[in-house]
């Protein structure tokens, strides 16, 4: 369980540490409940208490949810150990609802492996089948809709990923011994929610340095896309088909001590209840774009010893910027060279507004998705120049949106990093900087690390980007939020 000792979890859970919320789970013998280990519930005896490194894994032994604490709201383990990315990704994906009406051969012929090799790796990694951590993927999503939302029966089963209503009604009870309908008897439901949008929230370990993650969106958002506005982050979304727009900003505090405890490591999130069939991967793409699964106190003691100190204590939550889309990343990487923030911000808007889906939403602000890759790698270097990119631009944003468009170059989380930076820096135009950049905030690469970057070197007094990798290897394996810090120590 992540190289934890009963030890170790029996320490965190007495000091109900945040650093270890999401990392293990207590399973409690008595009451046949798993809680959190920072459960604002009075902490049960130690000889009755088992530790799980996952949901799915305490759900298995027949332990159901905690009411108090809401194993659902965990924030996720972001793991760096390149041995397991298949087992990571895989996961990931189930995470992001790939097996919801898809078999587990159609996810392991992405990974080019059998369904028997999927189910073996994922089972040495988090001790259950591929088809269990979906089943407990869905039920956590679907306890949440009933406690946090007005959906009905049949929305909420949808919406969190299961096939059919009696499926979901009979392995909800199956496993928590009581039916949808009586936990939400059970539960209050938000009074606020408007029939015709439904409103969640996405758990982060704090601390959570919102307001710079403000500031570095508000400053690249792409005009009628997103736009940052009263501490409130706003864009729009194509998933899985369906389009629609999505509001995040932080939770407001509630009354009683559990909701407290609940809204003060929280990101509320609001979407039209027409998205809600794609709750899962639109929920783990709010999670890569604000990095909530980071473990900012873990990164900071690392960094601060390895002579960051100033910078950590100066921004002690601050996150890496992820992306909802890596082409619209990697794309915004490209009109960024060699150009300041604000002119590649006016080329990307004229890109969404030529190549990206006109959507309908209730504010004139947000009116058109991100560029499609097909779109532009259908366009003519002619029809590129037009929006303002040079020749050469052009012709390297051509090579991008042609391999992201054919399935050749996937670039999002959890793939084979050294692998896909390497396909990257073969397109024409693309170096390491570029590569670095978008294996950052798209690739969710902690170690990433643009060395070359003028703006680093002058943070670390005009040192040369060969002599900045080299000092840069004292911070790994979390360069990427060393980047953040140093870019930000020369911003602020």
Known sequence: MVNLSRATCIRALDARDPRFDGVFFVGVTSTRIYCRPVCPAPPPRRDRCQFFSNAAAAERRGFRPCLRCRPELAPGNASIDATERVARAASARIASGALNGRSVDALAAEFAITARQLRRV????????????????????????????????????????????????????????????????????????????????????????????????????????????????????????????????????????????????????????????????????????????????????????????????????????????????????????QVSVKGATTMAGRFAAQFGESIATPDERLRVGTPVAARVANATVAELRALGVTTARAETIRALASAVASGALRIEPNVDVARTMAQLTALPGIGDWTAQYVAMRAFRWPDGFPASDLWLRRAVGGLTAARLTKESERWQPWRAYAAMHLWSSVHD
Not at 133 to 145: C, D, E, I, N, V
Not at 162 to 171: E, G, I, P, T, Y
């Open 122 to 337: 994922i089972e040495q990694q988090t001790g259950v089948s591929p088809v269990e951590l979906a089943q407990t993927h869905r039920l956590l999503l679907a306890k949440r809709l009933l406690t946090d939302t007005k959906l009905s029966m049949t929305q909420v089963a949808f919406a969190s990923g299961f096939q059919s209503v009696r499926r979901f009604d009979a392995l909800f009870q199956e496993r928590y011994r009581l039916t949808p309908s009586a936990l939400r008897r059970k539960t209050v439901s938000n009074d606020d929610n408007a029939v015709d949008t439904v409103s969640l929230t996405l758990g982060y370990r704090p601390p959570l340095d919102w307001d710079a993650l403000l500031a570095f969106f508000a400053a690249r958002a792409t005009p009628g896309v997103e736009y940052v506005d009263d501490n409130c982050y706003a864009r729009t979304v194509s998933i899985n088909g369906l389009q629609g727009w999505v509001r995040v900003q932080p939770t407001a505090m509630r009354g009683n001590a559990a909701q407290r405890f609940s809204d003060q490591r929280s990101l509320r999130v609001e979407i039209p209840a027409s998205l809600t069939p794609a709750l899962m991967p639109l929920l783990a793409k709010l999670r890569h774009l604000f990095d909530l699964d980071a473990d900012p106190v873990i990164i900071g003691q690392q960094l601060s010893a390895s002579g960051l100190e100033k910078q950590v204590v100066a921004r002690p939550g601050l996150r890496v910027p992820g992306a909802m889309d890596g082409f619209d990343v990697a794309l915004r990487a490209v009109l960024g060279q």
